[in-house]
């Protein structure tokens, strides 16, 4: 062998030395079943939209994607564990509009809501819906409001927990009436519309995807919707705006979340299934009969929204004087 090719394997084998490991071989993304935290109960809102794009999304991915539910503290128990997790794409989260509250509501949060997460792409927005148990006898929304103002503090509302996404629409929904009523917090939105249904509370503000099921088969009427234009799946019903109560409408949104420092080319694939998935037809369907509407979103447009949420909510928090309970 001449000295000349005896220095250019020399100058190789250093320069292969030099790489890191993961330069030589990746694992393909994925490869075992990827387990999706829900950090709400089965059957909330969040919980729905997960499986429904869960169910598409494994099909693009090869694995399955298995829906956790880890409810607890606002969604900051399983949204902790998906902190704390490997950046391999293998853990994520789908956590709802309630996400940006948090660092508001919980200053002793054991993550950096900014940067102990990727943001990936928002799933679904939806309205929320003001709901009532047809017995209760309310005719419109203003009827509601008249009869809360008539005997202050005596109506209560529920919420899927303290800090949620639906204890903040109704505190919005509160000061925009002017009328004192009794937040009364649950585990999660199945509980919460258990009791509305059996007249213990009085009015449920909450995402359109949930309740569109039990107000078309006559168990809730919807007194409102919390947007800034109707709801295509219900035409008849108004706006909290058109009732005479501009401010109350907020949008709820899904998203899908990561640990921290994923490498791009794991975030690059998950987030380009996802939105194939968010595009399918079948999703479309699903999401749209729900009053959902289908969000896929750009990485950098979608972690912009969170971190002017995040912001955005913290002032409302304060201005509501919304405080968890000790």
Same mark, same amino acid.
């Given at each position: 062998?001449?000295?000349?090719?005896?220095?250019?394997?020399?100058?190789?084998?250093?320069?292969?030395?030099?790489?890191?490991? %993961?330069?030589?071989?990746?694992? %393909?993304?994925?490869?075992?079943?990827?387990?999706? +935290?829900?950090?709400?109960?089965?059957?909330?809102?969040?919980?729905?939209? &997960?499986?429904?794009? @869960?169910?598409?999304?494994?099909?693009?991915?090869?694995?399955?994607?298995?829906?956790?539910?880890?409810?607890?503290?606002?969604?900051?128990?399983?949204?902790?564990? !998906?902190?704390?997790?490997?950046?391999?794409?293998?853990?994520?989260?789908?956590?709802?509009?309630?996400?940006?509250?948090?660092?508001?509501?919980?200053? &002793?949060?054991?993550?950096?809501?900014?940067?102990?997460?990727?943001?990936?792409?928002?799933?679904?927005?939806?309205?929320?819906?003001?709901?009532?148990?047809?017995?209760?006898?309310?005719?419109?929304?203003?009827?509601? !409001?008249? /009869?809360? /103002?008539?005997?202050?503090? /005596?109506?209560?509302?529920?919420?899927?927990?303290?800090?949620?996404?639906?204890?903040?629409?109704?505190?919005?929904?509160? +000061? &925009?009436?002017? *009328?004192?009523?009794?937040?009364?917090?649950?585990?999660?939105?199945?509980?919460?519309?258990?009791?509305?249904?059996?007249?213990? $509370?009085?009015?449920?503000?909450?995402?359109?995807?949930?309740?569109?099921?039990?107000?078309? @088969?006559?168990?809730?009427?919807?007194?409102?919707?919390?947007?800034?234009?109707?709801?295509?799946?219900?035409?008849?019903?108004?706006?909290?705006?058109?009732?005479?109560?501009?401010?109350?409408?907020? %949008?709820?949104?899904?998203?899908?979340?990561?640990?921290?420092?994923?490498?791009?080319?794991?975030?690059?694939?998950?987030?380009?299934?996802?939105?194939?998935?968010?595009?399918?037809?079948?999703?479309? %369907?699903?999401?749209?009969?729900?009053?959902?509407?289908?969000?896929?979103?750009?990485?950098?447009?979608?972690?912009? $929204?969170?971190?002017?949420?995040?912001?955005?909510?913290?002032?409302? +928090?304060?201005?509501? @004087? *919304? /405080? $968890?309970? &000790?």
């Amino acid at each position: 062998m001449d000295i000349h090719r005896r220095r250019l394997l020399q100058l190789a084998a250093g320069g292969a030395a030099a790489l890191p490991a %993961t330069a030589f071989a990746q694992p %393909t993304y994925p490869n075992q079943p990827v387990r999706v +935290i829900v950090p709400f109960t089965a059957g909330s809102t969040t919980d729905v939209v &997960a499986r429904i794009v @869960g169910e598409r999304l494994e099909a693009y991915l090869g694995h399955p994607c298995v829906v956790d539910n880890k409810p607890g503290a606002g969604g900051t128990v399983g949204a902790a564990q !998906v902190a704390s997790s490997a950046p391999d794409g293998h853990t994520l989260l789908v956590h709802s509009s309630g996400h940006v509250a948090n660092a508001a509501l919980y200053p &002793a949060l054991k993550y950096d809501t900014l940067k102990d997460f990727t943001p990936v792409t928002m799933l679904a927005s939806m309205p929320n819906v003001l709901v009532v148990a047809p017995n209760k006898g309310f005719t419109s929304l203003q009827d509601l !409001v008249r /009869k809360a /103002k008539a005997e202050p503090g /005596k109506f209560l509302y529920g919420s899927s927990g303290n800090g949620s996404g639906s204890h903040i629409a109704g505190e919005k929904f509160r +000061i &925009a009436a002017g *009328i004192q009523v009794a937040h009364v917090p649950y585990r999660g939105t199945p509980q919460a519309l258990s009791d509305v249904m059996g007249g213990r $509370l009085d009015w449920f503000l909450l995402p359109l995807a949930v309740a569109t099921p039990l107000i078309k @088969g006559g168990k809730l009427t919807a007194l409102a919707i919390g947007a800034s234009a109707r709801s295509p799946v219900f035409p008849d019903v108004p706006t909290t705006t058109e009732c005479g109560f501009g401010g109350a409408d907020q %949008t709820f949104w899904v998203g899908l979340f990561a640990p921290p420092r994923m490498p791009d080319a794991v975030l690059g694939r998950l987030h380009a299934e996802t939105l194939k998935a968010l595009h399918s037809p079948e999703v479309r %369907t699903r999401l749209e009969g729900l009053g959902a509407d289908p969000a896929p979103m750009p990485l950098q447009q979608f972690a912009r $929204l969170v971190r002017e949420e995040t912001a955005a909510t913290a002032a409302l +928090i304060k201005q509501a @004087g *919304i /405080k $968890l309970d &000790a």
